[in-house]
């Protein structure tokens, strides 16, 4: 690595953030269960399959439209765990608080925990609470880790997309980031903008009882779907083409994105997920996703290839095509 | 009418590059100055759609790729002073100076804030009274309203905690410097359609009446570019040359009177000094007599002395006179994590455009 100090583009979830688990984390701590690097690990042994994983949140602001980061700690390990097909049962919740931190935003954000966890149908059985320093940590930071139960015959993973297989998308991307930035930055837009953080194992649970052959799950959370959808042909050494009319993006994240010149498919989502799975089971399973609230507006957006390996390859609205790389450095908005 | 989905039909860009095929008879290079128009190029794959001798080639509208390196290392030196905040949009952190970055500075701890607004520079500046709050005033035409209104604003408010570093750029200045130059054929102009929201037509009419060149102001929007290349074809093969708009929507002939007026409240025009063009007459804005207090390069302070990458092509890339491709650096020991010239950095710059893109 040519940098020697920690970057915030090192966060972003893009090629930095690759860079940084593979250069310093993989070297000392590689093994088996952490080495598909999926959203959360697969422990298997003799009593069955259990899934574990762990997430930080530092989000800012701490509340934005349509969730809380007390919301966004419970939805995002129970979509690491779903992600793998595990059903999450134990959650951990850890929180780092600023000295001076309001009680009763903190009951808030209890409260608004409490609400989430019980609707994931999750427990919260173990925690932790520190306080640090006024000024050693902004407002409040929370990690979660949870555990989940694999059942027999499910076997989702980054490293299983084939030639041929379906690649969908559960719904409208970009709601999460636009809302959060544009609450950050007191932009001031009209319009439905709304975080779509939700917790996604009950869509993930109908989708497997549809087809248990999906092959691979991916909530496309930092770096957006487009990183995700990189992720998957490096860890299945397969390519993709993705018809960008298929994928769904709200009026009013594409008019803000055109304002600032950002992309939506870089942006992070909270409440959305990719399914591959084979071609024959697309349409079952697309039917299936309708039918579920969270993913009402959900579509086949493309599929993958043995040709152009680790390479997402984009047909573009108008009929031309390009190639959709991960996300490099951090997305900053243009200057006019 | 939302104004996006309209402008992204599928049908309509067939029946438009049919039309296309069919006017053009002869091979021609175009230039899209604006950098906006690159992406939205390379973003749709319009390269890849346009028979193979209409070719495309970028120019030196990239605010950030086209502030030269001695500014970026006076914006470092300034933030490496205690008492100074750094105020800036977001595309300047990454761009690399002669040894470090904005970027790089904040990881050391300096107080370097992005902004989305030029007013925004204005609140950061009360909230911290005891500090100089220096707001990087990048852009071109579109962005220095709003950079005088700052000004206007801080007069008004007797804000005298607020400098600038003024390197703001005026287009058509650039585009007579390239037709002289004479280094590139250049057979048509893709004109920015933000920048002629606020100059509207009469700035570009040189390039008809000097230069003979057909010039089209073009939205940003896949079907624009089509219709704004058709636009310019025609008036190729029917051996005409003027300014037109394709961007009816939102560009007026005579521009934008009252954002106009507020450059020229604070400002005049001025030489300026471009990566890759060198200095170029009026190609700038200087301080106006009354506003000169609020200029940074009054202060006394070091600056490293600035030098570039000996085999960066960015200079000659901005002038369209090499392409990201003919770059011994790029991807090979510049790409968007580590940038070594200005290109590599924007979202807007046409090394990362064809980084990301080609």
């Known amino acids: ?336 | 009418m939302k104004f996006v989905d309209e402008f992204r039909n599928k049908g309509i860009a067939e029946r438009m590059i049919q039309k296309i095929q069919k006017t053009s008879t002869r091979p021609i290079q175009l230039m899209e100055v604006c950098g906006t128009h690159t992406v939205s190029i390379f973003r749709y794959g319009i390269r890849g759609i346009l028979p193979n001798h209409i070719k495309l080639i970028s120019g030196p509208g990239c605010p950030v790729c086209v502030t030269p390196n001695q500014d970026i290392d006076l914006a470092i030196a300034l933030s490496r002073q205690k008492d100074v905040v750094i105020v800036t949009f977001g595309d300047m952190m990454r761009v690399p100076g002669s040894t470090s970055s904005l970027q790089k500075e904040r990881a050391e701890g300096r107080d370097i804030r992005i902004i989305y607004s030029s007013l925004e520079a204005l609140k950061i500046a009360k909230e911290h009274p005891g500090k100089k709050a220096v707001f990087l005033a990048i852009g071109f035409e579109t962005t220095s309203p709003t950079i005088a209104v700052a000004l206007l604003r801080a007069k008004e408010e007797k804000l005298h905690n607020l400098f600038f570093l003024n390197s703001q750029k005026r287009v058509p200045p650039a585009l007579a410097a390239l037709l002289q130059l004479k280094q590139v054929k250049i057979d048509g102009f893709i004109l920015p359609g933000h920048v002629s929201t606020i100059i509207g037509t009469n700035p570009y009419q040189f390039i008809a009446k000097e230069f003979g060149k057909p010039a089209v102001i073009t939205g940003f929007e896949p079907l624009d570019i089509l219709q704004g290349i058709w636009m310019l074809i025609k008036q190729i093969e029917e051996d005409r040359a003027s300014i037109e708009i394709q961007y009816r929507r939102v560009v007026r002939e005579n521009g934008n009177p009252i954002a106009i007026n507020k450059i020229y409240e604070v400002f005049e025009k001025g030489e300026s000094e471009w990566r890759g063009l060198g200095r170029i007459p009026d190609s700038g804005y200087r301080f106006k007599e009354s506003y000169k207090e609020m200029d940074v390069r009054n202060f006394d302070i070091e600056v490293e002395p600035s030098k570039e990458h000996s085999e960066c092509l960015c200079g000659e890339v901005l002038q369209g006179i090499k392409s990201p491709l003919e770059c011994r650096l790029f991807k090979v020991a510049c790409h968007p994590e580590n940038p070594v010239g200005p290109c590599m950095v924007s979202i807007e710059g046409t090394c990362h455009t064809y980084f990301k893109y080609q």
Not at chain 1, 40 to 65: E, M
Not at chain 1, 233 to 254: A, D, H, L, Q
């Open chain 1, 1 to 336: 690595m040519s940098e020697d100090k920690i970057l915030l583009a090192h966060g972003s979830g893009g090629k930095l953030s690759h860079d940084l688990i593979k250069q310093i984390f993989l070297p000392q701590f590689n093994n088996p269960f952490l080495e598909p690097l999926d959203d959360s690990a697969k422990i298997i042994n003799r009593h069955g399959s259990i899934a574990f994983t762990t997430d930080s949140y530092v989000v800012n602001p701490l509340f934005f439209p349509g969730g809380d980061i007390g919301k966004l700690a419970i939805c995002g390990t129970v979509n690491d765990l779903s992600m793998i097909g595990a059903t999450p049962f134990y959650l951990s919740l850890s929180l780092i608080v600023e000295e001076g931190f309001s009680i009763n935003l903190l009951k808030q954000l209890v409260s608004s925990i409490h609400e989430i966890a019980e609707q994931a149908g999750v427990k919260i059985v173990t925690g932790d609470t520190k306080v640090v320093e006024h000024g050693a940590a902004d407002q409040l930071f929370i990690n979660t880790a949870g555990i989940g139960w694999i059942r027999p015959g499910i076997n989702l993973s980054g490293i299983n997309a084939r030639p041929g297989d379906k690649i969908l998308l559960s719904g409208y991307i970009g709601d999460h980031e636009m809302a959060v930035l544009s609450q950050r930055e007191g932009f001031k837009f009209q319009g439905d903008l709304k975080s779509d953080c939700a917790p996604l194992n009950d869509l993930v649970e109908k989708m497997l009882n549809a087809c248990s052959f999906i092959r691979c799950m991916r909530d496309p959370t930092r770096g957006g779907l487009a990183t995700t959808l990189n992720e998957i042909t490096r860890m299945s050494n397969v390519g993709m083409v993705i018809e960008e009319e298929k994928i769904p993006v709200r009026e009013s994240v594409k008019g803000i994105c055109e304002l600032l010149g950002l992309d939506p498919l870089y942006l992070a989502n909270e409440g959305k997920l990719i399914a591959i799975s084979p071609p024959d089971d697309a349409d079952q399973i697309l039917e299936v996703m309708k039918s579920h609230p969270l993913a009402t507006s959900a579509e086949i957006i493309g599929r993958v290839t043995e040709e152009n390996p680790k390479r997402v390859i984009l047909h573009t609205l108008i009929g031309g095509h390009r190639i959709l790389d991960m996300l490099t450095g951090g997305q900053y908005p243009r200057i006019c």
